[in-house]
């Protein structure tokens, strides 16, 4: 079962993203600050993470960059309830983030982790290269 770091101060959020990924069979860890994110993140390995961009305290962009450094190809939704996820498709420690902006369907959360997991996946081209 995929395993899910959900990083999000709000609790109804994180509730709502957790009840929606379990129905579709991922195991779900929440954490409410980036600091507790970033310690679950260290204590366990995780398929994805989502992230909001604006915790309290703390910077979700630089929490993402900070995941990233550790497992450079981690799928990543960023979640915002503001327009700030344009920005970050401009930084390159931040490629292949898959945003997704509060308030969302069910359905656009299913639809952004799976968009999400297939974005860091290496292209059938270069792993037919790497084989030779």
Same mark, same amino acid.
């Given at each position: $079962? %995929?395993?899910? &770091?959900? @990083? =999000?101060?709000?609790?109804?959020?994180? /509730? $709502?993203?957790? @009840?929606? &990924?379990?129905?579709?069979?991922? =195991?779900?860890? *929440? #954490? #409410?600050t980036a600091e507790a994110g970033l310690k679950a993140f260290e204590e366990a390995d995780f398929d994805l993470a989502i992230v909001d961009i604006f915790l309290q305290g703390s910077?979700?962009?630089? &929490?993402? #960059? /900070?995941?990233? *450094?550790?497992?450079p190809d981690l799928p990543v939704v960023a979640i915002s309830g503001i327009t700030a996820l344009d920005f970050l498709s401009k930084s390159p420690e931040l490629a292949e983030i898959v945003c997704l902006?509060? %308030?969302f369907r069910p359905s656009d959360l299913t639809r952004a982790v799976a968009a999400a997991r297939e974005a860091v996946r290496p292209s059938a081209k270069a792993v037919a290269g790497a084989a030779l």
């Open positions: $079962m %995929p395993r899910v &770091l959900v @990083i =999000d101060d709000q609790s109804d959020v994180r /509730t $709502m993203i957790s @009840i929606v &990924l379990r129905i579709n069979h991922f =195991d779900i860890v *929440e #954490a #409410a910077n979700g962009s630089d &929490l993402i #960059a /900070t995941m990233r *450094e550790r497992v902006q509060k %308030p």
